[in-house]
């Protein structure tokens, strides 16, 4: 496994793989866990050479906080990654990739971007377009990796692609879990003893509001999941949305030729955790 912080060493090393060779790219923040792990795992079944960028991207925090705070083990991350035998890592650092101007572009994702992370962490969408826009004209890969558990940004990259006519193959890979349910996420590791505890009633509430669904009442779903959070004392409801799969517009009633997805967002403290599910 070969690691590079520069740009122009990276290129020099992907420049000698054969033009016959499939590359694929995987962009993570680090702090790796087994949802990442397993994405990695599919991108190596189907492309020749895999690529994984680990970069705290500064321009997608809303919140200074969250970025100060967001987890660093990079030493264990490559020696997982080695021990996987990922091909390449990229471990810029801001300057590298922001070359001194630390701003995002600004796209127009028509409106996938003006509801749920979008309409609650402001600009964010803007900053994480940027940013893998940057890696894939770094990397040039064949097909670029991303998890069903960020599916609005997963959504965001395939409409950035097709609005820059980028020539690259968008791959979605399904919610790594823990045993208990909870999402695999690096803020998992930013949980106090209690809140990890309370953390299954996440994904619990989802898979209960994909039943209730069933029902054809999105009030009452809405307002059963409104108060499983108001007794929880350790998590607290930012947002439980039902929305087309497609455009992420929020349902107003349900079609029969519709899918449809349940996304929550929820605080333990200070700590946001998002989770989906698909509900038809
Ligand atoms: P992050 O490091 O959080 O920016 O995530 C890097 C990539 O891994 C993104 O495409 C995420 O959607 C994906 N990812 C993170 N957690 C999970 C998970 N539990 N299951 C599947 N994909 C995930």
Do not use: W
């Amino acid at each position: 496994m070969e690691v590079f912080e520069s740009i122009k060493s990276l290129q020099q090393s992907l420049s000698a793989i054969g033009q016959n060779l499939t590359i694929g790219l995987v962009p993570t923040m680090g702090a790796l866990h087994e949802g990442h792990l397993s994405i990695v795992r599919k991108a190596q079944g189907e492309t020749d050479r895999v690529i994984v960028s680990i970069f705290v991207n500064p321009t997608q925090f809303d919140k200074k906080e969250d970025l100060v705070n967001y987890p660093n083990t990079l030493d264990a991350d490559l020696e997982v990654l080695k021990s996987i035998g990922c091909d390449y890592v990229f471990t810029p650092n801001i300057q590298e990739v922001y070359q001194g101007k630390t701003r995002s572009e600004s796209f127009d994702f028509k409106g996938l971007d003006q509801v749920m992370e979008g309409k609650f962490r402001t600009g964010h969408f803007d900053g994480v377009a940027t940013i893998v826009k940057k890696l894939f004209n770094i990397t040039k890969p064949d097909k670029a990796y991303f998890g069903e558990k960020d599916f609005q940004q997963l959504l965001i990259i395939k409409k950035m692609v097709a609005l820059e006519f980028i020539p690259i193959d968008i791959v979605s890979v399904g919610i790594y879990r823990e045993d208990d349910g909870l999402a695999m996420s690096s803020r998992n590791t930013r949980l106090s003893q209690e809140q990890r505890l309370a953390a299954p009633e996440i994904y619990q509430t989802l898979l209960k509001s994909k039943k209730l669904f069933q029902n054809g009442d999105l009030a009452k779903v809405k307002s059963f999941v409104k108060n499983e959070f108001i007794q929880n004392t350790e998590l607290n409801l930012e947002y439980y949305e039902i929305a087309d799969s497609e455009t992420l517009k929020s349902a107003k009633e349900i079609l029969a030729d519709r899918k449809y997805r349940a996304f929550i967002a929820v605080f333990a403290d200070k700590v946001r955790l998002i989770d989906n599910i698909a509900l038809n």
